[in-house]
C-alpha cells in the first residue's frame, strides 16, 4: 500500500533498522521490489532518476505508484538526485511521496535556497524532502584523501543546513560512492555518529551497492534507516539478458521477462534481510 516515506522511515529510525530505496527502470524492477518485499514482509521504497523519467514520463510514475500500491506492505515513491525544481513540481503533482533535492553540486547557499524551496513545495502537498550535504562521487579513484575529505558531510554544516531548509531526511557523505568500490570501501564512522548526534531526522546512506554486511551493520546502528540501492539490481539485470543472449532459445518474451524479474529479485531480497528490514510490514 502506498504509504508516506517519513511514516516508513520514522518506524525504521524508532525499531533500528533500514529500508531499501531501489532505483528502478520498468515494470519488472517494480514487480521484484513489490515481489520480494511482499515474501518478506518488508517495506521498501521505489526510487527513479529524472534520466529515466525523461524517458518513461508520466506513465511510469504511475506504473510505479500503482505498483506500490497494489504490494501489500508499506511502499512509497521517491524521485532520486534531482537538481532541477520543474521535474521536482511535476513529480509532485503526478503524486509521488518524496524528492530528493539535490543541490550539492551547489556551493551552501544555492543549495540551501533550493533546498527550502522545494521543501516548502513538497510539505505542501503532503511529500517530504530528501537533501544531501556534501558530495557523493560516482568514483574515489585519482583522489586524494584531502580531496575526498572535502566532499565530505561536515557535521556542523548538516546541523544548520537541516534547522535552516527545514528538510526532513539527510543524505550523508562518509566516503560512500555511487557505483561499484573500486578498492575496499572505507566509511568514515566517527563522522556519522557525530551526524547522529547532532540530528535527529532519518540519515540516507547512498551508493550501497558494494558495501559489506558490516559495514551496513555499523551504518544503521548509527542511525542510517534509508540505503539507496541500483548498480548491483541493474547489473544483475544486465547479466541476465547478456547471459540470454549468449544461450537464449527462448522466444516467449513474456517468460524472459518473468526471469529477469525473479533474478532482480534475489538481490533485493538480500538486501533487505541485510537491511533488517524483513518482519517489518
Ligand atoms: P549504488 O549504485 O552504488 O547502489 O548507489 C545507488 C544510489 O545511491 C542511488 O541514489
Ligand atoms: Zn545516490
Ligand atoms: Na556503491
Known sequence: MLTSTQAILEKAQ?????????????????KAVVNAAEADRSPAIIQLL??????????LIALFLEAADSASVPMSVHLDHCEEADVIAMCL?????????????????????FTREMTVLAHQQGA?????????????DGMTVAEKEAKMTDPDQAKAFVAASGVDFLAVTIGNVHGKY???????????????????????LHGASGLPALMIQRS??????????????????????????????????????KAAT????????????LFGSAGRA
Open 128 to 140: 517530504t524532502v530528501e537533501a544531501e550535504i556534501g558530495r557523493i562521487s560516482g568514483t574515489e
Open 262 to 273: 525473479g533474478v532482480m529479485q534475489e538481490v533485493v531480497a538480500q538486501k533487505i534481510r
Open 50 to 59: 529524472p534520466q529515466i523519467l525523461r524517458y518513461g514520463g508520466v506513465p
Open 93 to 113: 503533482e503526478a503524486g509521488i511521496q518524496s524528492v530528493l533535492a539535490d543541490g550539492s553540486k551547489f556551493s551552501y547557499e544555492e543549495n540551501l535556497a
Open 220 to 257: 544503521i546502528e548509527l542511525g542510517v534507516c534509508k540505503f539507496n540501492v541500483n548498480t548491483e539490481v541493474r547489473q544483475r539485470y544486465l547479466e541476465f539478458w547478456r547471459e540470454y543472449g549468449k544461450t537464449g532459445s527462448q522466444t516467449d518474451l513474456l517468460d524472459c521477462q
Open 182 to 204: 573500486h578498492s575496499a570501501p572505507r566509511l568514515d564512522f566517527d563522522r556519522l555518529a557525530r551526524v547522529r548526534q547532532l540530528l535527529d531526522i532519518p540519515l540516507v
Open 14 to 30: 524508532r525499531y533500528g533498522y533500514a529500508v531499501g530505496a531501489f532505483n528502478l527502470y520498468n515494470l519488472e524492477g517494480a
